[in-house]
């Protein structure tokens, strides 16, 4: 087995919506391959922290466990303009 097998975690995710013509609900199931151990949630949140709790068992390089503690950037709107083009 090599190292990046030895380091693995595998998880099926399955995630789906609930619609009101108030609001939406996400809801879903994640399941840690290895072991069978699942949850289900409403929250998509849910899933980092379900996954975080394997990954804290695991020796993975440092890069990777900052993808799991970092924040996402902020969605933006509209597409970047290039400073060569100019609106019409």
Same mark, same amino acid.
């Given at each position: 087995? &090599?190292q990046?097998?030895?380091?693995? $975690?595998?998880?099926?995710?399955? @995630? *789906? =919506?609930? $619609?009101t013509a $108030?609001?939406t !609900? *996400? &809801?879903? !199931? @994640? +399941? ?6 699942g ?5 998509l $949140?849910? @899933?980092?922290t %379900? @996954?975080?709790?394997? /990954?804290?068992?695991?020796? %993975?390089p440092?890069? /990777? *466990?900052?993808?799991?503690? =970092? +924040?996402?950037?902020?969605? +933006?709107?509209?597409? +970047? !303009? ?5 609106? =019409?």
């Amino acid at each position: 087995m &090599n190292q990046f097998e030895e380091s693995t $975690e595998s998880f099926v995710v399955k @995630i *789906w =919506a609930d $619609e009101t013509a $108030e609001s939406t !609900q *996400w &809801n879903g !199931q @994640i +399941t840690h391959v290895t072991s069978g151990e699942g949850t289900s949630f409403q929250n998509l $949140e849910k @899933i980092k922290t %379900f @996954i975080k709790a394997y /990954l804290k068992k695991q020796t %993975f390089p440092q890069t /990777l *466990w900052r993808f799991f503690h =970092a +924040t996402p950037p902020p969605a +933006t709107d509209s597409p +970047t !303009q290039s400073a060569d083009k100019k609106p =019409a």
